[in-house]
């Protein structure tokens, strides 16, 4: 393969934390939008749907995130339902890290095994 030609540059990839950042940010506008609604209809709850949006959006913002910190250090029933939701995202990152790593080793061996 030929390496692009000086100049030509190649289009730079957007990071992942930049695309989970947007992803995150775009989902808590869909939520506070839902909760506009929820106003407007009452049929429709409206809490749940600007609690998503604050969690979501305290995931893009260190402002928003020391905020709902503060709150809920104030509320530890609440906390202990947040830290829940947040360490089951944690565990599911770092088992699919390990698969992959597992992966690599896998296939690194059976190289090894292929050049014998």
Do not use: C
Not at 59 to 75: E, G, Q
Request: glycine content about 4%; overall charge positive; cysteine-free.
């Amino acid at each position: 393969m030929s390496s692009p030609a000086p100049d030509e540059t190649p289009e730079p990839r957007k990071s992942r934390v930049r695309r989970n950042k947007l992803w995150n940010l775009v989902l808590a506008i869909f939520f506070f939008i839902l909760g506009f609604i929820g106003i407007l209809i009452p049929v429709m709850p409206q809490v749940v749907f600007f609690v998503l949006g604050i969690l979501f959006l305290s995931l893009v913002s260190p402002t928003v995130r020391r905020r709902v910190r503060k709150f809920l250090h104030a509320h530890p029933k609440l906390a202990h339902h947040y830290k829940r939701w947040r360490d089951r995202g944690r565990q599911k990152r770092h088992e699919m890290i390990r698969r992959r790593k597992e992966l690599g080793q896998r296939l690194h061996l059976r190289r090894e095994d292929d050049r014998n």
